[in-house]
């Protein structure tokens, strides 16, 4: 049975079988979908069938919402968060924005360290929000201890906040081992054959590899990173790039974040940011699907990898990991408007 065989309109549940009031966002988050992806691997000529992990289906647009709420719901246990505290992260937009949402409802502040580059409606949401924003140059991250410095810097600047430290906070993969993994495992029942993710913090790639590699070693985990072409330098410090994703072959160690685990990965391949950007325009022009240029990414690697002969009949899992809304005025689905007036 698909979702279409079920009544009109109603999602997974059907018109009969009621769903439980939400108590808030909290109780909206994860639980998400998969999407066979049939037009979008037809047309690339696909072996294998593409899911989707429809993460932008998370209330506040993205993956980070899991670890978000992990970060927070383990601080509130551990008794280091307290109404009134502020909550200081370097982010690349999504995980301030769950953050930011979710300290709403629970009396939290939120303060965010965010390079420039990001994209401008990342931006309004996070103001919108209520977040206090510093942002810092994109050059900086051109040193190989950028987030060293920033996080220290970020320690320096907020005494007594708590920072949530996405980079290496253990809550992060958590929510992925206890909730992406099993809704994976479940959903495919078991036929899952290969994972595709990005890696910004690798919370993503490490909770949910390490769980589905647990209950099946054979799944391979394959990182889509950004390619040459797609990554700051000297001379080009604002390419087109990959937002919330970054390299993890050739880079200097101390620049892996400490939730990486690339024991866990099987293969990394390079995208540059117009290949992401044209597969996420393929996934709305083909599915409808309006989702992020991490998840183009993720979706072109998956397209490559579903031609190889030795991969007739698997099942390759992407993850969806935000909504294409949040990069409309960055110019991945067409030309950046004018700015208004
Ligand atoms: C849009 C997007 N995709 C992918 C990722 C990577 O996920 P993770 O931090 O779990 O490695 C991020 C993280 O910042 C992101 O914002």
């Known amino acids: 049975m698909t979702l279409h065989d079920t009544a009109p309109l109603a999602g997974a549940a059907g018109t009969d079988a009621a769903r439980p009031i939400a108590s808030g966002i909290i109780d909206l988050i994860g639980g998400t979908p998969l999407i066979e992806l049939s037009r979008f691997a037809a047309a690339r000529g696909a072996r294998a069938r593409i899911l989707g992990k429809a993460e932008f289906q998370n209330p506040l647009g993205s993956v980070k919402d899991r670890i978000a709420w992990g970060i927070i719901r383990s601080a509130e246990e551990e008794g280091r968060l307290h109404p009134g505290d502020l909550i200081v992260d370097i982010t690349s937009g999504n995980t301030g924005i769950a953050l930011a949402a979710i300290a709403a409802g629970r009396g939290y502040r939120t303060k965010f360290y965010l390079g420039d580059n990001i994209s401008p409606d990342k931006h309004l949401l996070l103001e919108a929000i209520g977040a206090e924003l510093v942002t810092v140059p994109n050059s900086l991250f051109l040193d190989p201890e950028a987030l060293d410095i920033l996080f220290a810097r970020a320690q320096e600047e907020n005494p007594g906040a708590f920072i949530a ?177």
Do not use: C, M
Not at 205 to 213: E, H, P, Q
Not at 257 to 284: K, M, Q, S, T
Not at 293 to 299: M, R, Y
């Open 165 to 341: 430290d996405q980079l290496s906070n253990p809550a992060n993969p958590a929510a992925h081992y206890a909730s992406t993994g099993p809704e994976i495992w479940r959903d495919t029942e078991g036929a899952v054959d290969v994972l595709v993710a990005g890696v910004g913090t690798g919370g993503t790639s490490a909770g949910t590899g390490r769980f589905l590699k647990k209950r099946k070693p054979e799944v391979r985990v394959v990182i889509a990173e950004p390619g040459e072409g797609s990554v700051p330098t000297e001379e080009a410090p604002y390419p087109d790039e990959i937002d919330g994703v970054h390299k993890v072959v050739d880079v200097e160690p101390e620049q892996l974040p400490g939730n990486y685990d690339a024991a866990l990965v099987d293969e990394v391949v390079g995208v540059e940011a117009a290949e992401a950007y044209a597969a996420a325009r393929a996934a709305l022009h083909e599915e409808g699907l309006l989702v992020g240029p991490s998840a183009g990414a993720n979706l072109e690697v998956a397209a490559r990898l579903a031609q190889r002969p030795e991969l007739e009949g698997a099942t390759i899992v992407v993850i969806l990991a935000d909504t294409g809304e949040r990069y409309l005025s960055a110019g991945v689905f067409g030309a950046r408007p004018e700015p208004r007036r």
